[in-house]
């Protein structure tokens, strides 16, 4: 196998990821980054930030609502993602499909374990029939504003053992509503607040995508999950290769089986990797492979030093599960919380030396877990002034906050 050590994989996300050199436009850095994690909305617009050149928060509005040529859809390891449109018919037949059969199961299993259907299958089914009847006007309505119109929705159903202290009694609509979108049968249409929170108002996919859903030109049937997961990895690969079947595996949530398969199917290139691990590339990457420097041949061999700070579940930090080329295993407890999501966080020359917080005004701050040098430190600055700027006041709140960003004083 042909060698590709960290150096030249690190050089390759600076560019690839439009890091090193921006993208000038939304959409090629969607394109190029295959999926933007949408779990903390404000992860789009942050995450386009630091790709894009001279971004304004309308042009990721305008993408996301507007053109809606990046959509978010839930699919792999049942996280929410903005896709690029053209990838939704393969995300629909593979990764969503996976996380849809999950959702329907466990709603089913709340519905008979709590009673409160006598025909649990019978009554989902009349709740989603209600549900894309009352929005097949093309009017998006919020979860509550659908409960008001399906007061089924407002059922609650338990979830632990009865009368165990892990016992708790949820609302089923979410669950529904996660389902259904799991299955394409609704999308999240605008969003019902500020850009930097999550709160979706809901729609069927033909209101908001148009007939055939993916392209809007007649009705588009999802290809068979083989070929929804080959096209996947395809893009993974593009995006992060080389990377290492565990993870793909991670990423995708889907099994070694699955992987496999989609690597044979594209075609794809083992390389060896620094540590002795065995990645996977494109096989047009392997060009770059004998040019003397393992994926830095051509115009990846240049690469002037680069700052970037990148938000909470940003797609590069959680695009890979083996993360040793980027990430110090000793930064991990500051930087990921206890489940592997990542919050903010610094980087210098395609390494996490830090994370970057705001303070009550909104002053962005860089908080630095090595010593990076003066040139690196100013660098980082200079991104925290230039990010402070674009924010213009708003702060960001997140759910995944890592414990260095909840308490900056950490040793």
């Given amino acids: 196998m042909l060698p590709f050590p960290d150096v030249s994989r690190r050089r390759r996300l600076a560019l690839r990821h439009g890091l090193a050199r921006p993208y000038p436009s939304v959409g090629a850095a969607a394109e190029a980054m295959t999926a933007l994690h949408a779990t903390e909305a404000a992860t789009v617009h942050l995450a386009l930030w630091a790709r894009v050149a001279d971004l304004a928060l309308d042009d990721v509005e305008r993408a996301l609502y507007d053109e809606r040529s990046i959509v978010k859809q839930l699919a792999m390891r049942r996280t929410l993602f903005a896709f690029p449109r053209d990838l939704l018919p393969a995300v629909w037949g593979s990764a969503a499909a996976r996380v849809a059969g999950q959702q329907r199961t466990q709603v089913l299993k709340d519905l008979h374990g709590s009673g409160c259907a006598d025909d649990p299958e019978a009554w989902l089914a009349e709740v989603e029939g209600a549900i894309v009847e009352v929005l097949g006007d093309g009017k998006a309505r919020t979860t509550a504003q659908l409960r008001e119109e399906v007061p089924l929705l407002a059922t609650k159903v338990m979830r632990g053992a009865p009368g165990s202290k892990w016992a708790v009694e949820v609302p089923v609509a979410p669950q529904v509503l996660t389902m259904l979108g799991a299955e394409a049968r609704v999308l999240r249409a605008e969003n ?220």
Wanted: glycine residues 14%; charged residues 20%; contains cysteine.
């Fill in 192 to 411: 019902a607040g500020h850009w930097r929170l999550n709160k979706p108002a809901w729609t069927t996919t033909e209101a908001w995508l148009g007939e055939g859903g993916g392209d809007g030109a007649g009705t588009v049937t999802p290809p068979d999950p083989a070929a929804g997961y080959a096209e996947l990895v395809r893009r993974w690969l593009w995006t992060f290769g080389p990377g290492t079947e565990a993870d793909i595996v991670w990423w995708l949530g889907a099994t070694k089986t699955i992987v496999r398969r989609a690597l044979a199917d594209v075609s794809a290139v083992a390389v060896a990797l620094d540590g002795g691990g065995t990645g996977w590339v494109l096989p047009d990457d392997v060009a770059d492979l004998d040019g003397g420097g393992g994926g830095g041949g051509g115009v990846e061999a240049e690469v002037a030093s680069w700052a970037a700070l990148l938000p909470t579940l940003d797609p590069t930090v959680m695009g890979w599960k083996e993360r040793s080329f980027y990430l110090d295993a000793a930064h991990t407890p500051y930087l990921f919380d206890s489940n592997g999501n990542a919050g903010n966080t610094a980087w210098w020359d395609g390494r996490v030396v830090g994370c970057w917080v705001q303070d009550e005004a909104g002053e962005v701050r860089v908080i630095l877990r090595e010593d990076v040098g003066s040139e690196a430190s100013a660098a980082l600055d200079a991104e925290a002034a230039r990010l402070g700027a674009w924010l213009d006041g708003v702060r960001i709140t997140n759910v995944y906050a890592s414990p260095q960003m909840r308490n900056a004083l950490l040793p």
